[in-house]
Every structure is written in C-alpha cells, then in structure tokens.
C-alpha cells in the first residue's frame, strides 16, 4: 500500500511560481507511474501531468504544457510538479495518484489506486 501526502499548495499571483511536492510512503514508490490531476469548485478532476517510473517521460494537459513540469526523485519517494506563469485558471485543488505501468499509453484516471488528499493553488489576478 502507498499513502501519499501533498503539500508546497498556496495564493500566488497570476504570473507566480509554485512547486507542489508529494511525498509517498512504502518501498515500492519507482514501481508506480505517478500523475497530477486537479479539481476546480464545480467541475471534474482533470487530468494535468504524469511521469514514468524512471522519470524518464512525461506527459501534460494541453492547458499546462510549457508551464508546468513533473519530475520525480526515486530515491526519496517523492514526486513534484513545478508551476510556472500561473494563471487564475489553474486554481484548484491539486492531487497526486499512483498508478500501474499501462503497456502502449499512459494509465486512465480510474486506473490510478493511490491518491493523496490534495493540496490547495489559488492564483489571483
């Protein structure tokens, strides 16, 4: 089993930089393909960047692509997602999941069994 807990989530202003982090606990951490999704007030999580057990590849929303950047470091089970240009769009709350290894694609949102509780990004304009 996997916890995962999130943090480094707060108010910036739009333009403003943030790096979120996601600290799992257990052994089996670089077994995982490791995902950001977020949550707006009134809409469904949406998927924002995922990464590869390795770290070696990495896939992003169109809406942050360019932007943000997903990055992991296996040796201290954690994962990060570094947000940059921020915008007000991008507030909502912020969460890290687990997934398996999906052969020929990336794991779908369901597919993802560990989730962290979420962390809060608030952009003003």
């Known amino acids: 089993q996997v916890q995962l807990v999130e943090s480094g989530g707060g108010l910036v202003q739009a333009g403003g930089s943030l790096r979120l982090s996601c600290a799992a606990s257990?052994?089996?951490?670089?077994?995982?393909?490791m995902g950001w999704f977020r949550q707006a007030p009134g809409k469904e999580r949406d998927f924002v960047a995922v990464?590869?057990?390795?770290?070696?590849?990495?896939d992003y929303a169109d809406s942050v692509k360019g932007r943000f950047t997903i990055s992991r470091d296996n040796a201290n089970n954690t994962v990060y997602l570094q947000m940059n240009s921020l915008k007000p769009e991008d507030t909502a709350v912020y969460y890290c999941?687990?997934?398996?290894?999906?052969?020929?694609?990336?794991?779908?949102?369901?597919?993802?069994?560990?989730w962290g509780q979420g962390t809060q990004v608030t952009v003003s304009s």
């Open positions: 990464i590869n057990r390795s770290g070696g590849s990495t």
């Open positions: 999941a687990a997934g398996p290894l999906r052969l020929g694609g990336w794991p779908r949102q369901y597919e993802y069994r560990y």
């Open positions: 257990g052994r089996t951490f670089s077994s995982y393909t």
